[in-house]
């Protein structure tokens, strides 16, 4: 009789698969802590043999003629990749819980900030519980895709800010405001915050 083989997809293929994952899985906490490490050096323009060696090191592809133009944040870093000729402004936030593929000759304003982590909508179903009575936060992920010739623009929006629903925000919004429309624009002014 032969036995049945059962494999199990480990918490990386299931955060890959945007099936419900442990994100405090020792793998993925080793992915985390890489790029703690390597951002420094990448966000340091002082030594630039090191920097590109980082760079090269923590993306899963990098495309020739690359630039990042000032400071960059990732989580994983291994999940990036970017085309040929990319040109990354200062202050770009990649959450990179699955795939992020940049095309070629993508240009990305300061302040972008790029989010493949969902959680349910339903407030009942976001914590699972583990066998030993351990709650846990239940998350999904999706990949992200830019094609080609692409620039993506970015705003600031500021503290105690309410952007009203399907606005489409095109400029900064300044603090204490309230917003909506296409495109965004001001309604109103709120009372600051103390």
């Known amino acids: 009789m032969k036995e049945a083989i059962i494999m199990t997809k480990t918490e990386h293929e299931k955060l890959l698969a945007g099936e419900e994952y ?41 495309g020739e003629g ?13 999940h990036i990749s970017f085309g040929d000729n990319d040109f990354i402004n200062d202050n770009v936030r990649f959450q990179d819980s699955n795939l992020i593929t940049l ?8 302040d972008v900030k790029f989010y493949c982590g969902e959680h349910t909508i339903d407030a009942t179903k976001r914590w699972g519980t583990y066998e030993n009575g351990q709650k846990y936060l239940i998350s999904f992920t999706e990949p992200i895709s830019v094609g080609n010739d ?3 623009g ?5 503290n105690n800010v309410i952007i009203g629903a399907c606005a489409v925000v095109t400029k900064d919004v300044p603090d204490n405001t309230v917003v909506g429309g296409v495109p965004a624009k001001k309604i109103k002014d709120l009372k600051p915050l103390n």
């Open 154 to 158: 970015g705003v600031h929006i500021g």
């Open 150 to 152: 692409v620039w993506i």
């Open 22 to 62: 442990d994100y405090r899985d020792p793998e993925l906490r080793k992915m985390i802590a890489k790029a703690h490490r390597l951002m420094p050096v990448i966000n340091d323009l002082s030594d630039l043999e090191k920097r590109q060696t980082a760079i090269n090191d923590l993306f899963g592809h990098v």
């Open 103 to 110: 095309g070629d000759r993508v240009i990305i304003a300061p």
């Open 66 to 78: 690359l630039t990042i133009n000032g400071k960059i944040d990732v989580l994983y870093g291994n």
